[in-house]
């Protein structure tokens, strides 16, 4: 790359790396721009263009406290939100929800976001952007790719939630347009997003450390998206399980394998890259900048995730304890031996239950004893961190520590990375697994070697998995795996789905641990505390109701 594009690689990474957008930066408010001022023709840094770029990506899905104060995962057996109201997230979970009242409709939002990008795309050649990556390709070009990168992903989130939806293609619908646009087949949904990958991922930067463009979609970032699109097709629930035989809308009519063998190559696009691994350690995934990242949309340096979620007893740093883990999703962390705790050989010591566990459990769990802000958590009855009465605290006697800092001998938090992970490195190598488990007959060598790198990573020692498993047994093994790595990072909601097993894993009552702290010890009973509820319905969310009355070509998910 000569000297001229360096310096204008610089001067754009200036723009990149405050592409938040932030309204006291601008002159004029983007909303409020033409479409000329935008994409000036004379404007060779495409200054205005790359604002508005970057306000596409605000509608990337942030993660977190996103569904009425909760984590989507309290909609699931993992946990339950502690707000002592009747919440959003609640609702999720006890399926008392309607068309018109579903908690977690992002149909408008992700509509939006399809329509800017689409405006993007359509207007960028406009600009005389100069510069070029090192491989030749011009600037336009990249970031007309980062844009069909994001709409394919808006376009995801649909139809994970709703089967197949309209594609608008590189259309622009203004007021006096026709909208009463038909949903397409969910086969014509994937096979949209998928070529846009296809299409878009050698237009994009392969360095995903390039701190100038941090936050920006690589090569591997496409790969991800496409494997976890193919994932999803090929899963259950769209490839052969259809909820309504024969309705395209709702998933493919019939089954096939190929479905997988091409989940599998996707995933194994991403491996082959030799870039990605996993960090050594399972916290630091989430709060510093490392090569397990594939894609994430940038958050800020704050505490809000501690403050939001950390125990409720202390004078410093003060929090709202906001997630209450489940007795559910404590059992599912085995111990570090790899032995889960229900087996005689594993260790599981019910008198001192936390004791010898899987490294992820620590990594994911606040439970009684934790060391926090230099002291031990008290979720016992009475404790510092469940102190009774009326406030918002633990329901279960857990909280959730995922995504913060190393706080425990600290005496006040300080602020932390706390970026929106959307693919990372350790989903490709469960989605592969998963996908090539589901093709094969038996489970080969590669699949062992998969799962076993993340169990490794956990620290299970031995991590290697027993030889001489079946299918059933290895998928078993997949789907707990996942569970644990995956845990509130908005996977198990949709994973169970997919799967089609909700009937039987969300149709249950979650538990509680209860701690009395006597004279002599403790006291643990396990007691019930949130009865989910499914229907079949519920494996794919109600259209909103509001776009069924005004567009009579819109088709309602079955049940609704």
């Known amino acids: 790359m000569n000297y001229i594009n360096l310096k204008w690689f610089g001067l754009l990474g200036i723009v990149v790396l405050t592409f938040s957008c932030k309204s006291d930066l601008e002159t004029e408010p983007i909303e409020l721009q033409t479409l000329d001022q935008v994409f000036d023709k004379r404007d060779s840094a495409g200054v205005n263009a790359n604002r508005f770029l970057a306000d596409c990506y605000r509608f990337l899905p942030s993660l977190g406290n996103r569904v009425g104060g909760d984590y989507l995962d309290a909609a699931t057996d993992d946990a339950v939100s502690s707000n002592p109201t009747n919440t959003s997230v609640q609702q999720l979970a006890t399926g008392t929800y309607t068309s018109d009242s579903y908690q977690d409709d992002q149909w408008s939002s992700n509509y939006q976001g399809i329509r800017r990008a689409t405006v993007f795309i359509n207007n960028i050649d406009y600009v005389p952007l100069k510069g070029k990556l090192e491989n030749g390709t011009p600037f336009n070009r990249v970031w007309k790719a980062e844009a069909r990168f994001l709409r394919a992903m808006f376009y995801f989130e649909l139809v994970k939630r709703y089967g197949g939806v309209p594609l608008l293609g590189d259309k622009v619908y203004q007021l006096n347009d026709d909208m009463e646009q038909p949903r397409n087949s969910f086969q014509e949904c994937v096979t949209y997003i998928v070529q846009e990958c296809d299409q878009i991922k050698d237009s994009l930067r392969i360095d995903p450390m390039n701190l100038q463009f941090f936050g920006r979609p690589t090569t591997a970032a ?48 991403i491996m082959d890259m030799g870039v990605y691994k996993l960090e050594p350690e399972f916290k630091k995934v989430f709060t510093t900048r490392n090569m397990e990242r594939i894609f994430s949309k940038q958050g800020d340096n704050n505490t809000s995730v501690e403050n939001n979620n950390g125990p409720v007893g202390y004078s410093v740093g003060i929090n709202n304890g906001r997630t209450s883990a489940t007795q559910e999703l404590v059992d599912a962390y085995g111990m570090a031996n790899g032995f889960p705790i229900n087996d005689p050989n594993s260790g599981y010591d019910a008198e001192d239950p936390y004791s010898g566990r899987d490294s992820r459990f620590y990594a994911t769990i606040f439970y009684n004893g934790t060391m926090w802000l230099n002291r031990s ?4 009855e009475g404790g510092a961190d469940k102190p009774g009465g009326t406030i918002q605290q633990t329901k279960t006697g857990y909280y959730v520590r995922k995504f913060m800092g190393d706080f425990e001998t600290s005496t006040n938090y300080s602020n932390v990375n706390h970026d929106h992970i959307l693919f990372r490195y350790s989903e490709t190598l469960l989605n592969y697994a998963e996908a090539r488990n589901e093709r094969l007959t038996v489970p080969d060598a590669l699949i062992y070697q998969a799962v076993e790198e993340i169990r490794k990573r956990a620290g299970i020692n031995p991590f290697q998995l027993s030889l001489g ?46 701690i009395y702290q006597t004279g002599t010890g403790q006291i643990r009973q396990m007691v019930p505390v949130l009865k989910m509820n499914f229907e079949k ?10 776009e069924v009355i005004k567009n009579p070509m819109m088709v309602q998910n079955p049940g609704w």
């Open 537 to 546: 319905k519920m494996y794919l969310a109600p259209i909103p109701f509001n």
């Open 377 to 380: 958590v008290q979720t016992f």
């Open 469 to 514: 498993m079946n299918k059933d047994e290895m998928r078993a093994v997949i789907q707990d795996e996942r569970r644990k790595e995956m845990a509130f990072e908005e996977q198990r909601f949709y994973d169970v789905r997919r799967w089609k097993i909700g009937e039987a894993v969300f149709n249950k009552e979650l538990h509680a641990a209860v």
């Open 222 to 269: 496409a790969l991800a998206l496409k494997s976890r699109v193919l994932l999803y097709a090929a899963s259950p629930l769209f490839n052969g399980g259809n909820i309504e035989p024969g309705n395209e809308l709702t998933g493919y009519i019939d089954f096939s394998i190929n479905r997988w063998q091409a989940a599998e190559n996707a995933a194994k696009a």
